[in-house]
């Protein structure tokens, strides 16, 4: 299986369908914390819901578009990394994380988006890659930056979440920066 060590201990990997229930005992510990910063349908609630998310991402990757990648720690998984949008066509993608408390601070999601990024531009050949985040959320706009990363604006009152709507910022690099960043 394909495997990419990342700091730690811990390891990057493909998220497949047979990971259900993996996953969903992953997102009974992170749900609470992850809810407020990831799309409402990702964030399920049992072993089913697990596995339509992950079968719904294997069916954008044998599109080549969205793909979804676990972060294993200790032998447990932990959070992952994805392409919430993957346009080979335009030359662009969205990358997307979430991690469980227990796994942040460690620098393991930069690393994995890094790995997901140069893949991207070097094997893949995009120009462009976005970032998506609440504007309230400073870690996952702390990892834009660390990524090399510009703030190329805010959507005003765009990321709805309990009734409140929350502005939502849009990060984003270019192949060339990333080239020049030496990633």
Request: net charge neutral.
């Amino acid at each position: 299986m394909f495997s990419l060590s990342l700091r730690d201990g811990a390891r990057l990997g493909p998220l497949e369908v047979w990971h259900a229930e993996e996953l969903a005992a992953h997102l009974n510990r992170a749900r609470e914390h992850i809810r407020p910063w990831v799309g409402a349908g990702f964030v399920t609630h049992d072993v089913a819901g697990a596995q339509a998310t992950l079968k719904r991402y294997a069916a954008r990757q044998a599109d080549d578009g969205g793909r979804l990648y676990g972060i294993w720690r200790d032998g447990g998984l932990v959070g992952g990394v994805m392409f919430t949008d993957f346009n080979a066509a335009f030359g662009s993608c969205e990358i997307g994380c979430w991690l469980e408390p227990s796994a942040e601070g460690h620098g393991l999601v930069t690393q994995a988006c890094g790995a997901l990024l140069d893949w991207a531009f070097t094997s893949r050949g995009l120009h462009r890659a976005e970032w998506h985040c609440r504007a309230d959320n400073d870690r996952s706009s702390a990892v834009a930056k660390r990524l090399g990363m510009t703030l190329e604006g805010v959507r005003r009152e765009a990321w709805p979440y309990e009734g409140t709507r929350y502005d939502k910022q849009l990060w984003a690099v270019l192949a060339p920066e990333w080239r020049a960043l030496g990633q």
